[in-house]
């Protein structure tokens, strides 16, 4: 999974390459909500991400 860092950007990888950080704060944002989606808020939200048992050897 890979998640924006925010802001615009154009010919990755090539001489035009291009970024304009207009914007940039909420890729950063997106990514932190995503994180506390996943693990859960306790007292807030449950967390989206079960929690697995260890595997026996």
């Known amino acids: 999974m890979t998640l ?3 802001g615009d ?5 090539t001489l035009g390459e ?4 207009e914007g940039a704060f909420v890729g950063v944002q997106k990514v932190l ?3 506390l989606a996943l693990v859960g808020v306790p ?4 967390a989206v ?9």
Not at 18 to 21: A, E, G
Not at 43 to 46: C, D, F, L
């Open 4 to 6: 924006g860092g925010g």
């Open 9 to 13: 950007f154009g010919g990755c990888h």
């Open 18 to 21: 291009w970024f304009d950080p």
């Open 33 to 35: 909500l995503t994180v």
């Open 43 to 46: 007292g807030v939200a449950e």
């Open 49 to 57: 991400l079960k929690v697995r048992e260890k595997a026996v050897k």
